[in-house]
């Protein structure tokens, strides 16, 4: 599987990006407790995985999984004091790991970049334990409602989203299909939590600014072609950062956190 965003400064900006309030919201309204055992299916540099730890304590555990060896040695590395963490390499929709292991099955912005995500969804409910919870947090749409937006950065952002989809299997849309696809796999009680995952009014802060730098850099070689070429991406990618810059405009994402239980 290959992964769409990757550069040299992903493991940083997931990094940042894991240190944002919405993922400790999320946690918290989807009843993460103490003596848990939970699963972090994508754990990335392991930020979320450092969290988790420290929310079910040295009575629970946390096992992080991950295909990329340079997020794996970070997340080891950062959880290293924890000797109620663990950190594989597996891949989340065969993930080796025996059924029925886990209270708490967490995956964060990675079904979105799979094709057969759903697959990966059945090896969540496998892994969990029956009343235990599958939790996937995934955001909904590309910030294509902040205004105001120039009609033509409106067209490129859609253009932009279906370039995605099109080079980068990426669907950004995932979160709104996961509440349906939970009900046909047989869990139960599934609930959707809609959180911001950010609400910028005014001027972003430069680490927001940053964030989209790396992403558009990432995305250039595969995107570019498809979007009037490497000038003209450039060009909108710089008046897309505009706009998170202009203190006059409002900028929002919203996040879609849905949890169900196996029976």
Known sequence: MSYAMESDDETRRLLVQEQADFTREALRRTGLRAGDRVLDAGCGPGGITDYK??????????????????????????????????????????????????????????????????EALREFARVTRPGGKVVISEFDGFGVDSWPLAPELRDWCQRFIEALHRGAGLDVYVGRKVFHAMRQAG??????????????????EASMVQDWETRFSALESALAPVLGGVENYRLMSRKYLELLADPDALKYSILLVTEGTRP
Do not use: K, M
């Open 187 to 204: 869990l139960t009680q599934v609930r959707v939590h809609l959180l911001p995952q950010y609400v910028i009014a005014g001027s972003a």
């Open 53 to 118: 730890a420290g929310v079910v304590g040295p009575e629970g555990h946390v096992t992080g999984i991950d295909l990329s060896e340079v997020r794996l040695a970070s997340a080891r590395a950062l959880n290293a004091r924890h000797a109620h963490v663990r950190i594989l390499p597996a891949d989340i929709r065969h993930t080796g790991l025996p059924e029925a292991s886990f209270d708490f099955t967490w995956s964060q912005f990675v079904l979105q970049y799979l094709p057969d995500r759903w």
